[in-house]
């Protein structure tokens, strides 16, 4: 097997073998940019050595081959006494990964080449600041020492010498620290710093696969649902020297603005610096324009390396270089990071330069960066330069958050019940802060990452939160908050959280609305000539996705304010309306009569009173959807629901009692509560299984239903609305409720003389209705798919409690990459989609199919609906741009 391939072998397209650093080195390489030689092990050598323990034998061989052709092609032998060859060995698997071993510079060095490094490049100072460096990088990391030793040895070297950077020390001082990183290396592992060249470099390899298993990068696979079994790929590359003096350096840069987009000279450069210098922040960078008054041919041929790659790549990219005395080497490249904004004015950008199609266009843009540009923001026109910041921690939720510092729950409660707006600080939250979180405008915490309980309940909840604050003291007990330098934020002053970019500032920063709602509302026009860049960039993005989707989009609405905003953004229809609101307020009342109706006459005099209300409802709703559907579902929580809370009542009546003069209507309501109390709501009367036990209650919405149409339709309106019938387990049940909805839609078309055109359809939102759906679809006109439910009672998790009390477990240990909440647990609850959609379809071939639910706004689910062919997804109206956008990109 082929184990070693020469950079001038391979291309961008074999990341999986050569790992993504290897491929692009690869690329470079082939369109004849000056990279520095070298050759990359496959990430199935690294599979071999893992499954056995050993390197594979050819591998040993390969490798001998390809050095001695390297060392043949540059004329002098790794390591070699009089004028070493010395190569870097950096890992590289297909995704970068945070906990991979880092990369080991100046392979190659020992007491004896470093002698002669000096001499061929007439500088001692470079060879010896060469030599320490690869004796930290590999002590560190393939000898496992704690690199502190290292860099405080180091920092007392500069002291001693009142030297201010590394730069200043000289070689002698050099070669002493060299004496001292090498007593480290002896006394921390008991032997002594490898001088054999070639035992440096199998070492380097050796400790690259095995980092591969390493704790914290199987963690990050777990978390990231990326494959244990993909290996990483390691290079050899011959060193370039950016220490070699001031005509020397190196650098990163960026074809064009990570954060707008725009095009134009971005990067850092540091003279006199060895690669790692640059990020590690030991000195302060230059911008990378400055380079054309220090290097003006290195900063032109730069330039126009940058646009042959933009041009290959046909993207973004990024890039690390370095100038050895005047020439310019390229030592990394790939499509690079950016922000949402500028991945959106980039994807149009190029569709305008005529580099990517419009379909391609839709490939480099997702959902959750349009989401994070809907979020309001701190004014960056102003408000958020003036602004204090105070910490920085992980951004876990996006939005900006303004409120009055509190440290507790309780008092986040209280002061927000008077209209205080508050931002909840802990050092980390657990369950008994849910009311807290509830309450407050944002969440801060000090400890803890993307999936701890504050994170992960926060995005639930859809609260803005920063987490993870390290450098912010929480003192809970004092109730402030500390930070670095001493300042303290007592509670009760005002503290503002940036949640999409992490950061944390001290009192009232400026809130902005998204210019991209903005846009959606029909506030700002995408036509105008002064129109905000990123808008054009969103409304075109957007038209190319609606050209293409299959999969319609619709709202979850109970209002006709929802609606209309719900139309704005784009939604084709309701898919959800709840009726139960309706049931709430004024009318908590008549709900009570009629629980405790005890004969037909008084039920129906409740349900009489109902109606017209409910019809009302309806009229509004149609009217705004006017054209449109509107799928209604029929009440479906648990009725207690409706009445009074049972430990208030009981000691109200307890309290009449004593008094003896409890009321009447008191005591039969505390019958009912009693009667109707479930140890399981969740798994109790509720949905079809009230209807078809409280005589009346859905035959009551269903004529509001068609009455409303009714009304619509004289009034010259087109309502279309779709009934549906929530908690079915079994076709008998939807049996008898059709039956009863035919004969009152008959009769009311017969009353008003109209077709009204209803349908009537369920939701399939229990593994009963899943597995039966084949005999369920005899009896629907349509399925939607209520995967809240159906996740909650595949899995067995009840929502209100589970996310917050053991998720963040679940997630830590990587059992969940997010959660099935969030995201379609594919092979779970998905598998039971997708055949109940096949199996329904098989009795329907006509049978409409949607998805009611979080899922329907979420961009993987979106993908996975697409998919297994439904025809639409109904998701909450702020949703609705992030659902069309991923349904034309699943389609295209
Ligand atoms: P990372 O993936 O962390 O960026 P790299 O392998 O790219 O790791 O290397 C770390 C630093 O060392 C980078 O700045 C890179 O440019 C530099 N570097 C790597 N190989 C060489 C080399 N052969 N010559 C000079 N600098 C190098
Ligand atoms: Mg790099
Ligand atoms: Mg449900």
């Known amino acids: 097997r082929k184990f070693v391939y020469d950079f001038s072998e391979g291309n961008k397209d074999l990341k999986d073998l050569l790992g993504g650093k290897g491929a692009n080195l690869a690329e470079m390489t082939n369109l004849g940019l000056p990279v520095p030689p070298g050759f990359t092990i496959t990430t199935e050598a690294c599979k071999a050595y893992l499954e056995s323990g050993e390197a594979p034998a050819a591998l040993r061989d390969q490798v001998s081959e390809h050095l001695a052709a390297l060392e043949a092609r540059m004329g002098k032998k790794l390591g070699q006494a009089d004028d070493p060859l010395l190569v870097s060995v950096r890992s590289g698997a297909k995704f970068s990964m945070p906990g991979m071993m880092d990369t080991v510079l100046n392979i190659g060095l020992s007491d004896e080449s470093v002698h002669g490094l000096a001499a061929q490049s007439g500088d001692e100072r470079f060879a010896w600041d060469s030599y320490r460096r690869l004796i930290q990088m590999f002590g560190d990391t393939v000898l496992g020492i704690d690199g502190e030793r290292f860099s405080e040895t180091l920092d007392e070297a500069k002291s001693a010498r009142g030297a ?7 070689a002698d001082d050099l070669k002493e620290l060299v004496g ?101 922040g030991i000195r302060n960078t230059v911008p990378l324009a400055d380079l054309e008054q220090l290097d003006k041919a290195s900063y032109d041929q730069l330039m126009q390396i ?58 480099r843009v997702n959902g959750t960066q349009l989401a994070q540009l809907m979020f309001p923001r701190f004014d960056s026109n102003g408000g958020v330069k003036d602004a204090d910041q ?137 036509g105008a000539d002064d129109a905000d860049e990123l808008v054009k960039a969103v409304h075109r993005i957007m038209a190319y996705a609606d050209r293409v989707r299959r999969l319609r989009v619709r709202a979850n609405a109970d209002n006709a304010e929802d609606a209309a905003r719900a139309r704005r953004f784009g939604a084709q229809g309701i898919g959800l ?15 009570e009569r009629l629980i405790l109706a005890d004969t037909e006459n008084e039920r129906e005099q409740a349900l009489g009173a109902l109606l017209p209300l409910q019809k009302g409802d309806f009229v509004e709703l149609f009217e705004s959807m006017d054209g449109l559907p509107v799928t209604v579902r029929l ?36 019958q009912a509560v009693h009667r109707l109390h479930e140890q399981n709501p969740m798994l109790g009367l509720r949905g079809v299984r009230l209807g078809l036990v409280i005589p009346g209650l859905f035959t ?115 059992i969940f990459g997010v959660s099935p909440f969030e995201t379609i647990d594919k092979d779970g609850v998905g598998s039971l989609v997708r055949s109940a959609a096949e199996a329904g379809r098989a009795t329907r071939p006509d049978l409409k199919l ?43």
């Open 635 to 670: 009440l479906d929580p648990p009725l207690h629901e409706f009445l009074p809370d049972i430990t208030e009542l009981s000691v109200r009546v307890a309290l009449a009692e004593s008094r003896k003069d409890a009321n009447e209507n008191d005591l039969r309501l505390l």
């Open 390 to 526: 105070i910490g920085w921690g992980i951004a876990a939720s996006p939005g900006a958050a303004v409120g009055k510092a509190v440290f507790d729950s309780y008092t986040a409660i209280k002061w927000s019940r008077s209209g205080e707006k508050v931002i909840l600080i802990r050092r980390e939250t657990n369950p008994d802060d849910l009311d807290g979180m509830l309450a407050a405008e944002g969440i801060l915490t000090s400890r803890g990452g993307k999936t701890s309980h504050a994170a992960v309940v926060a995005r639930g909840m859809g609260k803005t939160c920063v987490c993870g604050a390290e450098e912010l003291e929480v003192d809970t007990k004092r109730r402030c908050l500390k930070t670095q330098d001493g300042r303290v934020i007592e509670e009760g002053d005002v503290v503002s959280i940036d949640g999409s970019s992490g950061k944390v500032y001290a009192g009232e920063v400026p809130v902005v609305p998204s210019p991209v709602v903005e846009y959606f509302e029909g506030r700002m026009h995408a």
């Open 306 to 363: 940058m646009e042959t790659l933009e041009n290959h790549y046909r993207d973004l990219c990024d890039i690390e270089f370095t100038i050895e005395r005047g020439k310019l080497w390229m030592l990394q490249t790939r499509v690079g990071k950016r922000t949402a904004a500028a991945a959106f004015r980039i994807a149009t950008q190029l569709v305008d330069q005529g580099l990517i199609d419009e379909a391609e266009a839709l490939q």
């Open 164 to 170: 201010k950077t590394d730069v200043d020390l000289k």
């Open 700 to 814: 009551m919405q269903i004529r509001a239903i068609a009455e409303a149409s009714a009304e619509r339709k004289a009034a010259g309106g087109d309502p279309r609305a779709e009934i549906m019938i929530p908690l079915v387990g079994t076709v008998q049940e939807l049996e008898l409720v059709r039956e009863e909805a035919e004969q009152v839609i008959a009769e009311i078309e017969r009353e008003h003389n109209v077709d009204l055109g209803l349908t009537l359809g369920t939701m399939i939102e229990l593994p009963r209705a899943a597995l039966t759906a084949g005999q369920i679809a005899e009896c629907a006109d349509f399925f939607s798919f209520g995967t809240n439910d159906l996740t909650q009672t595949v899995w067995a998790f009840s929502r209100d409690d589970v996310e917050a009390s053991f998720f963040t477990a679940y997630l830590e240990k990587g």
């Open 180 to 280: 001292k990183f090498k007593s480290i290396v002896s006394e921390e592992t008991g032997r002594e710093f490898p001088q054999d060249p070639r035992e440096q470099m199998d070492l380097a390899v050796r400790a690259v696969f095995d980092s591969w298993n390493g704790s914290r990068a199987r963690l990050y696979r777990r978390q990231e649902r990326i494959p244990h079994d993909l290996g990483t790929a390691v290079n050899i590359c011959s060193m370039v020297f950016g220490n070699l003096g001031p005509d020397s350096g190196t650098g990163v840069a960026f074809t064009r603005d990570p954060a707008s987009g725009q095009q134009g000279v971005y990067g850092d450069y540091l003279q006199n610096a060895q690669g790692e210098d640059v990020v590690a």
């Open 577 to 591: 309306c709840r009726t139960e609101h309706m049931f709430l307020g004024e009318r908590r009342e008549l709900v």
């Open 850 to 892: 949607g998805v009611c639910g979080e899922h329907g706004g979420d961009p993987e689910s979106v993908h996975f609906f697409h998919d297994v062919g439904l025809d639409y997804v109904s998701c909450s109206p702020f949703r609705i741009p992030v659902a069309r956008l991923e349904a034309g990109r699943a389609a295209a």
